[in-house]
């Protein structure tokens, strides 16, 4: 029977009850109760996939149509108007059956997703670069808010690591190096400094920030990575858009134009929604678990939730959640029970109570390290994939041009002034082995290998 109506989600609740309580079960009996289970909250029975069946036996509910839409559009708006593949790892872990088609229905009708709607663009990509650890690479780019100021700040700075993706967001009132080297600063003491700073901005203003650095922090050393070059994949870039979307969306949600109060949410929209590029969030890659949002990442369904608002209500909603006829599997004694035993017993046994909770807390954090290591592998090899499948994309789509083609070549806006021209004219004159141009003009030969655009 599919879940459709709240009449046909109740029905399926009583023949699941009814088949676990008869003794003499039915075939049909047994597909109820290997596709369905219930669990109980407060006095209302809710209708979820069979634990036995979930991995880490994590709670996930049916839901019946009238359901659906207020949970869509929570999750949307948790995941900063995420796309299909945000919305699809957000949902898998805490409902069944929502499906992929109801779920790209509902963001084909979002008016702020199709105000932000842009085409997909693909450049060239010569050699792409994937690092093998965390903080290898950072990547600072400033974005700019000036048409919409918020107050005195102007600017928004987007630091972000090359292999996480994980993103830090600041406000900034200037886009001076000195203002800019401040924030990073602070965030260097707090997740370490990278070996290579790369930025968009133009290779002046990465030069002045690393200058700004050394005179702020003397022990400190850092090189510059080359400006708009293709190892970057662009990821900064989207990254930058993703930023505007999402804190687009904050404002329209929340009806503020203060964007630097948005900030926040929106770093934290960002880091913990799934990346496509790395297949899962970049919270994980760095922490090794799922970014949590205090008890509404638990199993407590929302009516719950409203009726809390101190630690004896949570005591008291987890003692009301129960299986039915299901034992969960829990471990036979808690490290506080342990601690509790340990104090009313002899030294000798207080001491060999401690040491197994010190055991116990040393294979927790050995898990988790253990899953920190796993997700930064999926997060490599993933990027080595992804890079794999940009370089024959742009192969197919901009085929090697010969020696002796003349050429032209844009002028970025940081590095020219207004009188400038856009482009400058040019012969290729040598072909490395990694696909690069070397390029004369009537000048001299350009000192920096490019590539085709």
């Known amino acids: 029977m ?12 009583n023949e699941v009850l009814e088949a676990k309580h008869r003794k003499n079960k039915t075939s049909l009996d047994y597909r109820r109760l290997n596709r369905y289970d219930i669990i109980k909250v407060g006095e209302i029975n809710k209708l979820i996939f069979p634990l036995h069946k979930s991995e880490n036996n994590e709670v996930k509910y049916y839901l019946h149509n009238d359901e659906i839409y207020d949970v869509l559009e929570k999750s949307h708006k948790e995941t900063g108007h995420g796309g299909l593949h945000k919305m699809i790892y957000h949902l898998k872990n805490g409902y069944v059956n929502i ?34 650890e965390v903080n290898a690479r950072g990547q600072v780019d400033l974005i700019d808010m000036q048409s919409c100021h918020d107050g005195g700040y102007k600017f928004i700075l987007n630091y972000q690591d090359h292999l996480s993706k994980f993103v830090i967001l600041r406000a900034l009132k200037t886009k001076t190096a000195a203002e800019v080297t401040y924030h990073l600063i602070d965030i260097f003491c707090t997740f370490g ?18 200058d700004e650095l050394k005179n702020m922090w003397p022990q400190l050393k850092i090189i510059h990575g080359k400006p708009c070059h293709s190892q970057s994949q662009g990821s900064v870039e989207r990254a930058n858009r993703d930023v505007q979307d999402i804190l687009r969306a904050w404002m329209s949600d929340n009806k503020s134009n203060k964007w630097s109060e948005g900030l926040r949410f929106c770093q934290f929209q960002k880091n913990s929604s799934y990346h496509s590029g790395i297949k899962q969030s970049p919270f994980e890659v760095l922490f090794g678990r799922k970014a949590q949002l205090g008890l509404t990442s638990s199993a407590l369904s929302e009516n719950i939730l409203k009726t809390l608002n101190s630690e004896n209500d949570l005591e008291q909603a987890i003692s009301s959640l129960e299986l039915i006829n299901y034992e969960l599997n829990k471990r036979e004694v808690s490290e506080d ?17 401690v040491s197994t909770v010190n055991e116990s807390v040393l294979e927790e954090i050995t898990i988790v390290q253990g899953k920190i290591n796993k997700n ?18 742009s192969i197919l789509k901009y085929p090697i041009v010969s020696i002796g083609t003349n050429v032209t070549l844009p002028v970025l806006d940081v590095d020219g002034s207004k009188e400038d021209s856009r482009n400058i004219i040019g012969v290729i004159i040598e072909i490395t082995t990694d696909d690069l141009y070397k390029i004369g003009t009537k000048n001299g030969i350009i000192a920096q290998l490019t590539i085709q655009s």
């Open 337 to 353: 029970n342990i601690l509790e035993q340990a104090l009313t017993e002899s030294e000798d046994n207080i001491l060999e109570q």
């Open 193 to 210: 400094a990278p070996s290579i700073l790369q930025s968009d901005n133009g290779r002046e203003f990465v030069n002045c920030i690393i």
């Open 99 to 132: 499906s992929r088609p109801v779920i790209q229905l509902y963001l084909n009708n979002c008016v702020t997703c199709l105000k932000k709607r842009v085409s997909k663009k693909r450049g060239v990509v010569v050699k792409p670069m994937v690092f093998n």
């Open 2 to 13: 599919a879940i459709a109506n709240e009449e046909n989600y109740k029905k399926i609740i």
């Open 376 to 393: 930064k592998k999926l997060a490599v090899s993933s990027l080595h994939h992804q890079a794999k499948r940009m370089k024959i994309d």
